[in-house]
């Protein structure tokens, strides 16, 4: 009986330790690279809509 809780155990926090450090993992490598600023001429054609507003599609 013990060498099953042990195994269920150990099995438990591989998975877990398995999945957390999968999901950490960027397949391009770009985890905490910041993207370049917007050019400031993008902001002078933008449109601030509120939700009442909104197109439907």
């Not at 009986?1 to 195994?7: A, H, I, P, R, V």
């Not at 400031?40 to 933008?46: E, F, I, L, V």
């Amino acid at each position: 009986m013990s060498m099953n809780k042990f195994f269920y155990g150990f099995a438990a926090t591989a998975f877990v330790a398995l999945a957390a450090v999968s999901c950490c993992v960027s397949a391009d490598g770009n985890v905490g690279k910041r993207a370049a600023a917007l050019d400031d001429t993008a902001w002078n054609s933008s449109k601030w809509i509120s939700v009442v507003d909104a197109p439907e599609s």
